[in-house]
């Protein structure tokens, strides 16, 4: 029976501890405190026993898993390194970091570099920009998003998807295309100029960039997901379209409006290229701007390069304040957009 | 469907009691029933006829109701509180609301949206294509003279403009662009699958590694552009750990300074991939690595027979929107290098879109908006192309 069913190769033996081959003994089984206790059962597989096999293939998972970590930790390092040698450099002496020597701490650790960095770099008039342009622009693509992506999941009206497949058309097109006309458009509203003050050079930053229709999409497919039923009690309560949009709709979303919020914001901060053009003048820019624009070299012109990652870690730091509070909403939000493929 | 049936079961309990009702008074005789238990069993019978009675023809005149609605709907709900209230199955009707004015009241609700697309989007769009046409084009002014097929030929090399040829596209722009997309997409993208596979199948940190690796997403592309040139300085960590002598950035060779770029470009593109396909792994269904564990399937096998098929709608996005953010490489060398120029010549790190921004800081917009459009053109071909191949290799 056992050989017909198991491998050729195999064969069940009884064996006591000491591999000695039990086969001729006579096992009273019936009687407690015989032999029995010393008997294994041992399955061989050519010549290795199956346990040992399995050892073998335990001990062999075990290194593959410590082999995997090793190479995940190690490119997790690569990744990070950026980030690390940015924060040790910024606290080197410009010596040091000519050095023909790298280290990897500094020897002496310079804050000066912050302090020169406050001095020299207008952190604060860039990071009051920055954080003026990003609210507003938050504030309008949120009234505008949510808007739009209520009138596409809950209203009906002629042509609905054949307008929503065209705002999802748009998304395929680069924004270089619409640059070029966009500047022309601000400067004839007087907003870019050598006239043009604070106020203009904010509208030209904020109002181009009032509709995402990747955020009208994400929050669409949010409010699609709330039950019907909610819309018809709310009806027949008598609510209004408006009063249920407020009311049930926005508070049921938040998890995605505040993912919304946090892009936006981000994406405000890293913007480079639109307030690049549009902010002509120093006062005006933004923080990305201010950090490219500004020189950070010595008389003869060699980078100081100490000072330089100073102010990158001051730009970069709001950034990751942002990440580890909302760690969530973010990569949440930006999974999204792969979900649906 | 079968109303009859509903009927039955609705008043079923009421029934059978009043049968259990009927069945103790015939038996009276038998039983030791007194008057009083009796006439309260025939009151309770009398009382639960009335309710069958009464609920059967409220319930047929709200049949009747409703079927006087059902020419124009398929399933209708009636408010119980108010019937002026009335929606057809999809709920989105009111009836008694006129279909006009909600209609009205959606366009009410994307109005904003469609009057900043219509100035902020569409126009433009029309606008560009139009000025990529015109002679001489001036901004400030907004005055040309004529359209012309020349400033496509300018920007390619072909046509003589004022004494002189515009090499720069064919020479640097193009190629460059190219280069990139076709260097970092597939390079991040592999990194980026090994990586998430290897994520997806640890069981300890996995959160904590998944972190780290998105930490680059949260970055600013300038300031971090600025740190890659730091590590790659001729003094830097880089040239010091591989024992090198080599500008990589400041004074670099064309080729060499691609490198850097090309490294700094795979490295801020990696975190939305690996989020995105370990969004699309935790949706593969275990059973397909179980079977595949039973068969003793070797583990590369795995990885190209079950997970990239599973994975290709992931793989095609990612595909699609990285050759298009490939295509719009800018901020990076700017962040990196400040200025398009290597030992090579001085525009020799351009892109189509760094050509672009330079040409309209020039006020060339005219030639700015060629390229524009022969940058748009490019990326439509390339997805049109992707779609097409992917056809057949997507499993949706």
């Keep these: ?341 | 469907m079968d109303n009859s049936n509903i009927e039955v079961n609705k008043f079923e309990k009421l029934e059978s009691k009043i049968l259990i009702n009927n069945q103790k008074l015939e038996s009276k005789e038998t039983s030791s029933l007194n008057d009083k238990q009796i006439k309260a069993l025939e009151v309770e019978n009398e009382y639960l006829k009335n309710i069958i009675e009464t609920n059967k023809t409220l319930d047929k005149e709200k049949e009747e109701y409703v079927d006087s609605l059902k020419d124009d709907f398929n399933v209708v709900v009636v408010s119980r509180r108010n019937k002026d209230y009335v929606y057809n199955y999809n709920g989105l009707k009111n009836v008694k609301d006129d279909d006009a004015k909600n209609n009205w009241k959606a366009w009410l609700y994307l109005a904003p949206v469609l009057v900043l697309m219509a100035v902020f989007l569409i126009y433009p769009l029309i606008d560009t294509f139009f000025i990529s046409f015109m002679k001489d084009y001036n901004y400030v002014l907004r005055t040309y003279n004529g359209f012309t097929l020349d400033n496509y030929g300018f920007i390619l090399g072909l046509t003589e403009i004022n004494g002189g040829y515009e090499h720069r596209v064919i020479d640097y722009a193009i190629p460059n662009t190219l280069i990139i997309c076709f260097i970092t997409v597939p390079v991040s993208i592999i990194i980026a699958l090994l990586i998430s596979v290897g994520l997806n199948s640890l069981k300890w940190f996995q959160k904590i590694l998944q972190t780290i690796f998105f930490l680059p997403y949260v970055t600013n592309t300038i300031a971090v552009g600025m740190v890659f040139a730091v590590i790659f300085d001729r003094n830097g960590v880089i040239n010091w750990i591989f024992g090198l002598d080599k500008d990589w950035i400041k004074g670099a060779a064309r080729w060499d300074a691609m490198l850097p770029l090309c490294i700094y470009i795979v490295w801020s593109s990696l975190p939305f991939k690996i989020l995105v396909f370990l969004s699309g792994l935790q949706g593969i269904d275990k059973q397909y690595y179980q079977a595949a564990q039973i068969d003793a399937t070797p583990k590369y096998k795995v990885l190209t027979r079950i997970t990239v098929p599973l994975l290709s709608p992931q793989i095609l996005y990612i595909m699609i929107t990285s050759f298009i953010g490939g295509f719009k490489e800018y901020s990076s060398i700017v962040g990196m290098f400040n200025n398009p120029g290597t030992a090579d010549g001085d525009y020799s790190l351009y892109t189509v879109v760094y050509y672009v921004y330079d040409r309209m800081k020039d006020n060339k917009v005219h030639y700015a908006a060629a390229a524009a459009v022969l940058l748009f053109l490019l990326i439509l071909l390339f997805t049109a192309l992707q779609f097409a191949v992917s056809k057949r290799r997507v499993h949706y």
């Design chain 1, 1 to 341: 029976m056992l050989e017909n069913s198991v491998n050729q190769n195999m064969k069940v033996s009884f064996q006591n501890e000491d591999n000695k081959d039990l086969a001729g003994l006579y096992i009273n089984f019936a009687k407690p405190g015989s032999l029995i206790s010393d008997v294994s059962l041992t399955i061989k597989e050519g010549r290795r026993s199956v346990k040992s096999l399995q050892r073998s293939e335990k001990i062999m998972k075990i290194l593959s898993t410590i082999l995997l970590y090793v190479i995940i930790v190690f490119l997790a390092l690569i990744v990070v390194f950026p980030f690390y040698w940015m924060i040790i450099t910024s606290l080197k002496s410009n010596d040091e970091i000519r050095a023909s020597t790298q280290t990897f701490f500094p020897t002496v650790v310079m804050w000066e570099n912050y302090i020169e960095v406050f001095r020299t770099f207008d952190f604060t008039t860039y990071m009051v920009n920055t954080i003026v342009v990003a609210i507003f622009s938050t504030l309008g693509t949120l009234i505008t998003t949510i808007f739009a992506a209520f009138a596409f999941a809950r209203l009906n009206f002629a042509g609905k998807n054949s307008l929503f497949m065209v705002f999802l058309a748009t998304m395929m097109i680069p924004g270089e295309m619409m640059v070029i006309s966009n500047y022309i458009t601000v400067a004839s509203f007087g907003w870019v100029g050598l006239d043009a003050d604070l106020m203009d050079a904010y509208l030209a930053m904020i109002v181009p960039f009032w509709v995402s229709v990747f955020y009208i999409y994400l929050l669409r497919e949010n409010f699609r997901q709330i039950p019907n039923e909610l819309y018809l009690a709310s009806k027949v309560d008598g609510k209004s379209d408006w009063n249920f949009l407020w009311k049930v709709m926005v508070p049921l979303a938040s998890p995605t409006l505040i993912s919304i919020t946090i892009l936006k914001f981000m994406g405000t901060w890293n913007s480079y290229v639109w307030p690049n053009l549009v902010a002509n003048k120093s006062e005006f820019r933004l923080i990305s701007n201010g950090l490219r624009s500004s020189s950070f070299t010595d008389i003869e012109g060699n980078p100081l390069y100490g000072y330089q990652m100073a102010a990158t870690v001051i730009v970069t730091v709001p950034l990751f304040l942002l990440f580890v509070f909302f760690r969530k909403y973010i990569m949440k939000g930006v999974g999204r957009a792969g979900i649906k493929g």
